[in-house]
């Protein structure tokens, strides 16, 4: 629930991005312009991740993963409520900006160490046999806030609309107000569970606690390192353009409204969802290697199949609600790798700092402004932009489906000792585990 709170309350920010726009920029702006501005924001949200996201691991690997749990969705709970408190340009002026700046600034260093941790955390209490079914399902429900996000944002356009359309700026409000609330639930979660049995075995017990976990990472586990970057590249390609721009892409680019669009982001959403346990269980069941590959492969399928039929859709046809769900069940497999298979590929005792600094760098750089450039490949490129992102996405996928059996694993299915290096809670395989993908 945790995980679902932090994303809901960092991507709900752009199923209202459009009502944002009008709220705390001035009216005699473009749309566009005031879409970019918008969007810049968001971006400087995402850009403070990896420097707070690394500080935030590196404790975390020497105290404790709980400890760093309860603080960051505390920080994101309370700049969540506040931004739904807001003035708006038209009371304050450019203040109202600044402060929706400073307040996503906020959000950016909470979901910087959040998400790493809340991966680590699954995967080290999971069973050897199902590490990979507990990284996908710790994604499904991560994934749930995109679904969370995108149904409260339409319920808020209804409340706004029928109910208080004296309160117009409800349709935007709404969404930050209950994620806030609802972070009040998440704290109460965490401060009821217990220290990862790796953690307490492997660091507390065994003294294995490195001075300086960064430096480790980068200088001992580079291949790891690289190949963690390969996959969350991957992911975040998928993320952005299927799950976060769609709906944005839908009003802008193809002319439906709102309405119609997070319709349709719902279903898509759902849809991954559904598909990430399957793709844990293929995991688990043959290995890495050959879930990689099969996602990347279907999902490229797919995508070739919107990026014939989408652009030729007339306006208002109700296939954009559904042409979007066969590419979103198999970009599942893509996403529902990416726990698991990155808190695998590091040793125990740098578990999170290995996976927050590559997982942290590229969603920055690479996320931050990956919507920006979406809105200028759709401008200047055409309405099949989006898919090609894609593409490069399932190419990459592919390429870490054979690259994963020359990386060392540490924890579940394959675990094996390398150099001294911790392995899967207890549980040592060798021969052929030992080269399983």
Not at 12 to 35: E, N, W
Not at 60 to 84: E, H, N, P, Q
Request: aromatic share 10%.
């Amino acid at each position: 629930m945790g995980a679902a709170l932090e994303y809901y309350d960092f991507v709900v920010y752009l199923y209202v991005a459009t009502l944002i726009g009008q709220a705390f920029f001035p009216a005699d702006l473009s749309p566009t312009m005031r879409l970019v501005q918008t969007l810049g924001i968001y971006s400087i949200g995402l850009l403070i991740r990896p420097v707070a996201g690394i500080l935030i691991a590196r404790v975390a690997d020497r105290v404790g993963r709980k400890r760093m749990f309860i603080l960051t969705v505390a920080v994101m709970s309370v700049a969540t409520l506040l931004i739904g408190l807001l003035p708006t340009y038209d009371h304050i002026g450019w203040p109202a900006p600044v402060l929706l700046l400073l307040l996503r600034v906020a959000q950016g260093c909470a979901v910087g160490g959040e998400l790493p941790a809340a991966a680590v955390f699954v995967t080290e209490h999971a069973r050897p046999d199902g590490v990979a079914r507990a990284g996908a399902f710790q994604q499904m429900t991560a994934y749930s806030g995109f679904l969370l996000g995108a149904g409260v944002a339409f319920v808020a356009g209804l409340v706004a609309t029928h109910l208080t359309p004296d309160l117009p700026s409800l349709a935007w409000r709404l969404p930050f107000l209950v994620g806030g609330l609802l972070g009040v639930v998440s704290v109460y979660l965490r401060r009821r569970i217990d220290e990862t049995p790796a953690f307490v075995r492997e660091t507390l017990e065994e003294g294995r606690r490195p001075a300086a976990p960064v430096r480790e990472v980068l200088g001992r586990h580079r291949r790891s390192v690289l190949f963690a970057v390969l996959l969350v590249v991957a992911l975040t390609l998928v993320n952005i353009t299927y799950f976060n721009f769609w709906a944005i892409y839908l009003q802008t680019a193809l002319g439906y409204t709102p309405t119609t669009a997070l319709i349709a982001s719902l279903i898509s959403i759902a849809g991954a969802m559904a598909s990430m346990p399957a793709w844990g269980y293929v995991a688990d069941r043959y290995g890495w290697s050959r879930m990689l590959f099969w996602a990347g492969v279907s999902t490229a399928a797919t995508t070739l199949l919107l990026l014939a039929v989408v652009p030729t859709l007339p306006p208002g046809s109700e296939l954009a609600v559904w042409i979007q769900l066969p590419a979103a069940l198999a970009a599942g497999g893509i996403a529902a790798a990416v726990p698991g298979m990155v808190s695998v590929v590091f040793p125990t005792e740098v578990r999170q700092t290995g996976y927050s600094v590559p997982y942290n760098i590229v969603v920055a750089v690479l996320g931050g402004f990956l919507n920006l450039i979406l809105v200028w490949l759709v401008a200047s490129a055409g309405a099949g932009a989006p898919m090609y992102v894609v593409l490069v996405a399932c190419v990459l996928t592919i390429v870490a489906s054979f690259t994963v059996l020359r990386v060392p694993i540490h924890l579940g299915r394959g675990a094996r000792p390398v150099g001294g290096f911790s392995t899967a809670a207890g549980v040592t395989t060798t021969g052929d585990a030992a080269v399983t993908g």
